[in-house]
Every structure is written in C-alpha cells, then in structure tokens.
C-alpha cells in the first residue's frame, strides 16, 4: 500500500512519535505519585494529572525525548499555569499603606513581618511595623528584635488590650514620623477559632488594608488547605505567604491552596534568617512540587535544539529556492501544536512577508494536509511534475477537488516565487533576516 508506505517515510522523515495512553501511563502514574509525595492534595493530584494527560494525547515527540518525558514537561508547564503563571507582587496603596498579617500561631507571622519590612526598606520604602499580638508580652518583644536587626521602628503599646485601637494609634504615629507603609503583626492561635477570626476581621474592618497576607507553614500539609480556606471565607484576604520551604517540604501546599483558595502565593520563606525570604515563582515552585527538574530541562534542551536546527534547516532551502511540499507539511504540523497561523508565519525565515495576502486560515489546515499527504514524496519535493493526471490522482486520494488542489499548487508557487524574489533581491540571508 502505497499511502502507508508514503506515510511510514513521512513520519521516519520527521522523526516523530506521539503521546498515547499507552507510551505514558506508568508516567502518569509516577506524576500523581509526585504530586502527592510533595503534599498536594489526593483528589487536586488526580484531577490535575487527568487533565493534563487529556490535554497531551496525541501530541508530537520529538526523537531525542520519549513521550514520558515530554509529558513531565507539559505537566510542570502546567503547574506553573495552575500555581498563577507569573510572579505577584503586594498591592501597596494608601498614606500610609496598610499591610495586615493574618494566621495561625506559629505559622511565622512575626518573622515574616520582619522580613517583609526588611524588604520593603532595601527597594528604599519608609516602614513602621506594629505589634497587636495582645496576647503574648514575649511576641512583642519578638517583633521588637527583629525590628532592630534590619533597622525599622516597632510601635507597640503593651498596656493595650485592645488590637483595634493599637492599629489606630500606629496609623496616627506613622503619619507623625512621615511612615509609608505600616506592617500590622497579629496575634494567631493554634487552630482557627471564633476569637481569633473575630478578632482579624475587625481589624481588617478598621484598617481597611491594601493588601491582607495569609501566613501559612508549608510542612502542615493538608491543614494548610482548610486553613487557608477558614481564613479566606472570613477575611477575603489578597495573597499567601507560605512559609518553612528550607524543611522537607516540597510544596504541594502551594498547588492545593491555589487551587482551593484561587488566591495568588506572594512570598515564600525559606529560613529564619531575616534574609530569607523570596517573591513567588510559579515556574520554580512547579519544579520543585514535581521534583523531576532534569527531565524537564533536558525536554527544554531537546526543543529548543530541535527548533534551531529547523530554523537553520529551513532558511538554507529558502535560500537554495529548495523550499517544498514537505517543508510545509512540517510547518502545518508545528501550527497546529501552536493553533495560531500567525505564529507560524513568524517563525519561518522570510515568510512572514512571503505569505501575506496568501489566504490560509487554520480551517483550511485539514484540505491542504489531505492534498499534500496524497502527494508523491518526488511530487513533494518537486511539484513543478503535477500534472493533470497527477492532479486528478491527489484529487481523488485527498477527497478533495481539482480546483483545490491547483489553488495549493497555485499558492505553493506564489510563495515560491516571492521566496526567489527575496533572495534575489538581498543576496539571501541578509534579505531574509532583515524580513523577519
Ligand atoms: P507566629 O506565631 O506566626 O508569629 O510565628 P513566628 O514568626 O513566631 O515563627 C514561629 C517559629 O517558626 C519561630 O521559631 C521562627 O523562627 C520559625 N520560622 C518562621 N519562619 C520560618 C521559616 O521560613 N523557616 C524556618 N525554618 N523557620 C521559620
Ligand atoms: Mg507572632
């Protein structure tokens, strides 16, 4: 059979396998064993895997990588999606800003209002941080330490027994000593209660903050979760800080209280050091969760090589006017992964410019494929040969008519010409590069 034959060439010629139910389910499985090794929640890892391997059926592999490799590729990339994408930075607004520090006792709120402070003085912001921890005399002088070692003032009224009224009184006192942003450290108990909810929620009421924190210790796993979920339903807070990521912790808390609180994680800490603290990174934090860092570095390596070598590949038979059917079978094929035409168009050397006015728009994707597939490889790499009774052979191989086969032909021998034209014009590379 011939169209099998032609297709087996096809497929040797680009080197390709595809992901299958089959070629990646022992992936699937050590994924979700991953994901739940890092603590993300049972049913947020199924959930999660299960999409991500319905979204890579049938994807292209390259050679160099096996599809279970470009799955734990695809899956970190997902991750990264689901944990935000891109890094958030706090909301600072208001004269002065106002930043509440909610959470559980323990969980690290007073060490990361230092480091918060810290951090905001280094980018040259005036800081005043304020003790309402009322409870513990000790968690005043906690904060007290810690303002000293990185140099910002501790407002405190130990006498006080009243969180709200030492909020206020901080707010007038920042106002005096012409303070930018006041840090508000609270109190937290060890697990969520009437009190302290009440407590949290009318301080926010009062201070009306710009940005409310959600302090959480990574390393309580699945607590974390209802945790964080207690304190969003009552405070409606603005981001997470997730905290003692130096410990064995892997993370996993990050993907579940996304997932379940749709809030964006802001900082992380990493010691008890005040240095240690980070913005959030969702592309390292996917990583990390994953915990398969070199496979998905050598997928990116294998990608990025296999695209330049394309890229040289292709701007070379433009050159040599060698450009052919089986080039643009290739680049269809790269469109599609993408599903953006004009995507495309930008990434082949000189093409950009050669195509416009070409009218192809994705739905044409499948005619032009069935048409080219239907070729000879001798007709691909040569169609000047096509002649009527070629045509009429592809017509009918293809499903599709004459009339659209010559316009394929037709437009494959504009862009030919045009490519010509370009090279003739600039002596070639120069021309090309200048067009892209
Ligand atoms: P709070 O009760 O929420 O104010 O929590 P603290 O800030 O007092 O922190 C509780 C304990 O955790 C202290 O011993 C801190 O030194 C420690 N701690 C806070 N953040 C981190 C961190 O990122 N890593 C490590 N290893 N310890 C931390
Ligand atoms: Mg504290």
Redesign the pocket.
Known sequence: NLSLKLEKAFQTLKGQGQITEINVASTVKEIRKALIDADVNFKVAKEVTDDIKEKALGQNVLTSISPGQLLIKITNDELTDLMGGVSEDINIQGNPAIILIA??????????SGKLASYLKRQGRSVLLVAC?IYRPA?ID?LKVLGQQVGVEVFAQPENKDAVKIAKAALEHAKTINSKIIIV?TA?RLAVDEEMMDEIARLKEALNPSETLF?VDSMTGQDAVNTAKAFNDRLNFNGVVL?????DSRGGAALSIRRVVEKPIKFI????KME?LDRFYPDRMASRILGMGDVVSLVERAQQAYDEDEAKRLSKKIRKNQFDFNDFLQQLEQIKKMGNMKDLLGMIPGMGKAMKGIDIDDNSFKPIEAIIRSMTMEERQNPDIINGGRKNRIAKGSGRTIQEVNNLLKQFADMRKLMKTMNKMGGGKRALSALN
């Open positions: 959470g559980l006792q323990g969980s690290g709120k007073t060490t990361f921890d968690a906690q450290d937290g302090v905290t003692k990521l130096d410990g800490s990493t010691g008890e240690a």
